[in-house]
């Protein structure tokens, strides 16, 4: 099965209520597909995470390294874009491109050998993945508690188990949107707090210790990915469970994030650790370590797919006698995005609070071309 042709969709929709987390303003969402096709006529599709212009420029370049390639071979192909754009970085934009082209090389094998993908990786551990809203961005122009009140509202309301908010506003908002949040929910829905690295560890220890009685299932990215050293202290100084990761790649990458004793919970996106090959193999990472990992999921229903597949591959932890512990939640972000449902022919849904992996060959999605068209911004 050669690669006979590559081909990335710039998708972007302007959104009508901006909203920023604490490093990042969204007015738009905007994502990078790759499809990848081959000479038995199959098709394979992947997704980038990232700036969708930046990972484009990598998927360019490494585009005349695939080309004639056994699409097939994934581990050899992986290698090879590593080993060629190692001295690029080996971190960032290489690897969410090669985390675009690793999935869509998956999605491929599961076509050719007519299963799921998640049968080739292992198989699954399970079927049903009970998931968490992500939600909680601060919207501009709203005043903060009283919109974030509305929105968890109805998150409660449609009944979600579990709900994460974004931090990193300032220490005395912070505190006081996190205890509403836990009053306007109940003792009954997980909590989770997100900081995207807005905090160093002074700060977030000063958040963590005054919302110490809210019951919070974990603080995530507290401090900038790249101070591992401020993890560590962190852990020591409060008593959240950290989690992070979503910027961390590679086996390599996360080896060291672990051997620093940084996180509790690890957060690998598989569109950006390094694809599904790479994401396998952070997996024996965790079990090492004694890491739990619950994956950070952000994109189209290509994400999602190629998410929930990840999903269902994680071993059970502890692997305990006569039962099965639940799964990790996941990650189902709630903000505004058309590209989550309007461009495969059969969107994911909720049922009763979880989500079903995909069980038709590869990533089990099938994309509406004419939707892809519709979102190409304008240059
Ligand atoms: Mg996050």
């Known amino acids: 099965m050669k690669i006979t042709e590559i081909v990335t969709y710039h998708l972007s929709h302007e959104l009508e209520q901006p909203f920023e987390s604490a490093s990042m303003l969204f007015t738009s969402r905007d994502h990078l597909l790759i499809e990848i096709h081959c000479d038995n006529g199959l098709v394979g599709w992947g997704e980038c995470l990232g700036n969708r212009i930046v990972n484009d420029a990598f998927i360019q370049a490494m585009k005349p390294h695939l080309i004639g390639k056994n699409a097939l071979n994934i581990e050899p192909i992986w290698l090879k874009l590593y080993n060629i754009f190692r001295d690029q970085g080996q971190r960032g934009a290489t690897i969410n491109a090669i985390s675009g082209i690793d999935i869509a090389l998956w999605d491929l ?97 000063r958040v963590a210790n005054a919302v110490s009685d809210c019951d919070l299932l974990w603080f995530e990215e507290p401090v900038v990915p790249e101070a591992l050293s401020s993890y560590h202290k962190l852990r020591s100084s409060q008593a959240i469970p950290l989690a992070g990761g979503e910027t961390w790649h590679t086996r390599w990458g996360i080896n060291e994030a672990l051997k620093q004793n940084t996180v509790d919970i690890l957060q690998p996106d598989v569109c950006g650790v390094g694809g599904l090959s790479e994401a396998k193999k952070v997996l024996t990472l965790c079990d090492i370590y004694g890491v739990r990992c619950v994956p950070h999921v952000w994109g189209t229903s290509v994400a999602l797919a190629a998410g929930l597949h990840f999903h269902a591959i994680i071993p059970p932890s502890p692997p305990s006698y006569g039962c099965t512990p639940d799964s990790p939640r996941f990650e189902y972000d709630q903000t505004h995005n058309p590209f989550r449902s309007s461009i495969v022919t059969q969107p994911f849904e909720l049922n009763d609070g979880y989500l079903t992996v995909p069980q038709g060959h590869g990533l089990g999605i099938e994309i509406r071309p004419e939707e892809l068209a519709k979102y190409r911004p304008k240059v």
């Open 109 to 205: 094998a599961g076509k050719y050998h007519q299963c799921p993908t998640h049968q080739l990786l292992g198989g699954a551990f399970r079927e049903q993945i009970p998931v968490y809203a992500t939600g909680g961005f601060r919207l501009v122009g709203q005043d903060r508690i009283e919109s974030l009140l509305e929105e968890v509202s109805g998150y409660k309301q449609a009944g979600f188990k579990a709900v994460k908010i974004k931090i990193g506003f300032g220490i005395g908002l912070d505190i006081a949107s996190i205890k509403a949040v836990r009053q306007c929910l109940g003792e009954d829905i997980e909590l989770m707090i997100d900081a995207n690295h807005g905090y160093d560890h002074i700060d977030a220890a």
